[in-house]
């Protein structure tokens, strides 16, 4: 009911749509992950970069440390949105289902002696790398980049 009255609101700004269609253009990312994504960025004006959101959403790793001693690895904060946490999640683990580049790097990872948390924390950040990317320049996520020389 909440999500849909959020949608018809997206929807009615020109905008606010435009940076939901864009980020719906990055692999992986669905139409519920897309609204909430704009919603909380309050149309991308909200954060500055994708650490500071993904720093909120409680997917940015902060170490744990007291003085000149190192206490234990570092770790994501309890203190989170969990439902955007959670939608990223679910994002993250579909886009390793299937063979792409996500899943390449998932299963290099985890041979390299990697957690699978930490692996589905670095795709979750790197899905709101890609969303920023695409609506910060103006144009939809290109899986392929040519450059030009």
Sequence with gaps: MLEGRLLTCVR???????????????????AQ?????????????LFENPRKFACYCGLAPFGNESGTTLKGKPKVSHLAKKRIKTLLTMCALNTIKKDNEFKRYYDRKIKEGK????VLNVIRNKLISRAFAAVLKDRPYQKEFNAVA
């Design 115 to 118: 957690h699978h948390s930490s």
């Design 12 to 30: 009615e700004d020109p905008a606010l749509e435009k940076q939901y269609n864009l980020v719906r253009t990055v692999h992986g990312i669905g």
């Design 33 to 45: 992950t897309a609204m909430f994504i704009v919603v909380l960025t309050q149309g991308f004006t």
